[in-house]
């Protein structure tokens, strides 16, 4: 039988050092951007692929440089 290479899960602090964000950041992408985590217990748990995935989909663009740079491409 062969083994499947399984992605590990990883924890809130591994994503904040991943990413260079704060803990807060990460929480109110959780909250209000619909970031891929899971709640086990008490810890957040992330896998770096889901998370790598959500970032190059759009989902953590800051919503005010979109509006800033939509209105420069009108200038």
């Not at 992330?46 to 995935?53: A, I, N, Q, T, Y």
């Not at 190059?56 to 800033?68: F, H, K, N, V, Y």
Request: no cysteine; charged share 30%; net charge negative.
């Amino acid at each position: 039988m062969t083994e499947q290479a399984v992605e590990k899960w990883v924890t809130l602090k591994d994503v904040q050092a991943y990413l260079g964000v704060g803990r807060d950041t990460i929480l109110q992408w959780i909250a209000k951007r619909n970031m891929p985590a899971y709640k086990v217990g008490r810890l957040w748990k992330f896998k770096l692929s889901e998370v790598d995935e959500w970032i190059r989909s759009g989902g953590a663009a800051d919503e005010s440089s979109i509006s800033t740079e939509a209105a420069d491409d009108k200038e």
